[in-house]
């Protein structure tokens, strides 16, 4: 089944920085997804970029899909201590598929 | 507006005891329904989905059991728990269809339920 996983499994960093996780997948998408989870609770859609997208945009959230490469890429800038929180990407199981599967997520932590 | 329920939010069970979970939708309908379960630390394994009323397809057939006896409502069960069963449980909830780009595929997640089995 199709399955997206994320880059690097844990990224620490300051207050300002950005941060960037990445997410690649094996075969042919229409659509990705991303999501948040803070601890304990339950995942919120962050943004989805279709397989004709190459970049996207929301507020602080940067997503790039390069489908050549299968691979996405979550840009969070000026990162605040709230960004802190687990994301994932999540990709349709095959083509066209409205069941998503998720990566192992990335684990973010933005130190004050 | 949509909203999804779960309960209960934490829970504490002896193994070989019984599991019933709930999970109900408000605001929408004709929902697709999906169980996932989350271990410390890991992704999410999808356990069950449906869509629709009495329609259930098992994504892991071990010792538990999913059932959708009304359009908004997802009941995930066990008869006997074992350690392994202990985990997130995460329910969640997507459109059918929509001409709208930001809900296509997108998946509206419940709270969780802690499972503690001891």
């Known amino acids: 089944s199709q399955q997206g996983e994320e880059d690097p499994q844990a990224l620490s960093i300051q207050e300002g920085e950005n941060a960037t996780m990445n997410c690649s997948y094996k075969t042919s998408i229409n659509n990705l997804q991303w999501y948040r989870q803070n601890s304990g609770r339950g995942l919120v859609h962050l943004i989805l970029i279709r397989s004709n997208e190459r970049e996207k945009h929301s507020g602080r959230l940067r997503v790039t899909l390069d489908t050549s490469k299968k691979s996405s890429s979550l840009l969070i800038t000026a990162s605040r201590a709230a960004d802190t929180a687990s994301y994932f990407c999540a990709t349709p199981r095959s083509g066209g598929s409205y069941i998503p599967t998720f990566g192992r997520g990335t684990s973010l932590i933005v130190h004050p | 507006s949509q909203t999804i329920h779960q309960w209960p939010a934490t829970l504490v069970q002896p193994v070989g005891s019984p599991l019933s979970l709930e999970c109900t939708v408000e605001g929408t309908s004709n929902p697709n329904l999906y169980w996932y379960r989350q271990a410390a630390g890991r992704g999410l394994q999808l356990l069950f989905y449906?869509?629709?009323?009495?329609?259930i397809s098992s994504e892991v057939p071990q010792n538990l059991s999913a059932s959708r006896p009304q359009d908004r409502q997802f009941i995930l069960s066990s008869k006997k728990l074992l350690l392994s069963d202990s985990g997130f449980y995460l329910c969640?909830?997507?459109?059918?269809?929509?001409?709208?780009?930001?809900?296509?595929?997108?998946?509206?997640f419940g709270p969780g339920t802690r499972l503690t089995v001891l």
């Open positions: 449906s869509v629709g009323i009495g329609q």
């Open positions: 969640a909830w997507s459109g059918r269809t929509s001409g709208r780009a930001g809900s296509y595929n997108e998946q509206f």
